[in-house]
């Protein structure tokens, strides 16, 4: 069933109840309208003990995503050098809210960006999300505690893995084949860079929104559901080309992310990431269609995510491949 | 018969926009009806504007193929027969065909020689300027659904 505040409230009071073992009342449940790929619930309960919660619920293969993978993520990182909110309960069980879902403690700070309506202060922000960025690929898988996550061999296995698992979307998801991404699909097979630097814990959505923010500081990276151990320069241009243009225009921000990153960010391989990253976009846009229309959910966002927003990042994926290429 | 199908709409949309939305309360809920009222613009007049949009996309995706086969020489891949008749149901599945073949003849063309970074099989075969105008076509025909909200647009 999809989105009912009301219905909501009570089936969130029913699994905390069968979760802790004991009566819990839900004084107060908000969605949270960012965030396309999960129903992000904010549940404040009647026990004194508990914290703020956040409910993460499936949407039918939003995005083409799961809750396990990020759920054993954020167990594995929690409590260690790359911030993320504590991990409460991930229950595959389809009767609480007719999805997956996963639990988290919130953590204390803002998610949201209303500061980039502020110059001068988003910059500042921009700087010290740069810098937790740096922090994130600076340490090994291994230090990280991510090997029972299957780390592979060299960025050149990940990146294939990673055309693997958005082709594979974008075959499931489609309704007619898309020329231009057919094209980039074999280029991008063709092209993938040669191994220079350690696979590192990758992200996957870089953005303003994605990062809890409490009196200055980075508090928590949320939003893992694109995560993956390959090529950090995935999200270094995912973050430069797609999302980090809501502080600013790509360059300065890459010249941000060369002061925090170990490894040298530009050339042919900059390029490769910036199409991938455009095609990978494409490929989580257009999984929102079959959902949609095959009624596992119904929010309307999900339509204009399927037809602007999958055409916008084909062209995008299109033209960069020609300025690549010229 | 009156009122018409755009005419209903354009009603549902008026009621919409000046009723129901000014009293929803939460951020979700407005964030819905505002995509509600995007789409009953864009699904007015639409029964008319499809079939014309779907035959003029599948004569550019026909001479595009008709070029790629040019290019292709031997490798030629194969045209799709035409279904019979003009229904939205015969465009949209010669549609379907016609970009698996389009498809097809950029593979048949990376199957041709040596390709290096810069090289693109439809630059090859001369057809990306043709499948770039059909992405913007179908842009334009998705309006205005999109990603914010423009605000009251009366007829």
Sequence with gaps: MPYQPEVRREEAAAFLTHALGKPVRVEELRRLASGQSRETLVVRTDQPDEPELVFRIEQGGVLGTSSEPEFKLLQALHGGPVPVPRPRWLVEDPQWFGYPFMVTDRVEGDGGFGYLAEPEKAQTILRTYIESIGEMHRHSCEELGLHALGIPRDTRESTLQQLELWEGRYERYRYVREPLLDEAIAWLRRNVPEPKRPVRLNHGDLSAGNFILHEGRIMAHVDWEWSNLGDPMEDVAFFAYIKGRMFGPPEPILDLLREVEAFEIGGEELRYWEIFNYFKAACANIATLKVFNEGRNYGLNMVAIGTGGFLGFTRRTAEALREATA | ?155
């Design chain 2, 1 to 155: 018969m009156r009122p018409t199908t755009d005419e209903l709409i354009a009603g549902m949309r008026n009621v919409l926009e000046d009723v129901l939305i000014p009293e929803l309360q939460s951020d979700w809920a407005q964030a819905m009806g505002a995509q509600m009222a995007l789409m009953l613009q864009h699904v007015e007049g639409r029964a008319e504007r499809e079939p014309g949009f779907l035959a003029g996309e599948n004569a550019k995706l026909e001479g595009a193929l008709a070029t790629a086969n040019a290019a292709l020489g031997a490798d030629a891949v194969a045209v799709p027969a035409r279904a019979g008749g003009e229904t939205l149901e015969a465009l949209r599945e010669r549609n379907a065909a016609l970009r698996e073949a389009i498809s097809a003849a950029i593979h048949a063309a990376y199957g041709q020689g040596e390709y290096g970074f810069g090289d693109l099989p439809a630059d090859r075969l001369g057809i990306a300027e043709t499948l770039l105008e059909v992405n913007a076509a179908q842009a334009q025909f998705w309006q205005p659904i999109g990603f914010s909200y423009p605000g009251r647009q009366r007829r």
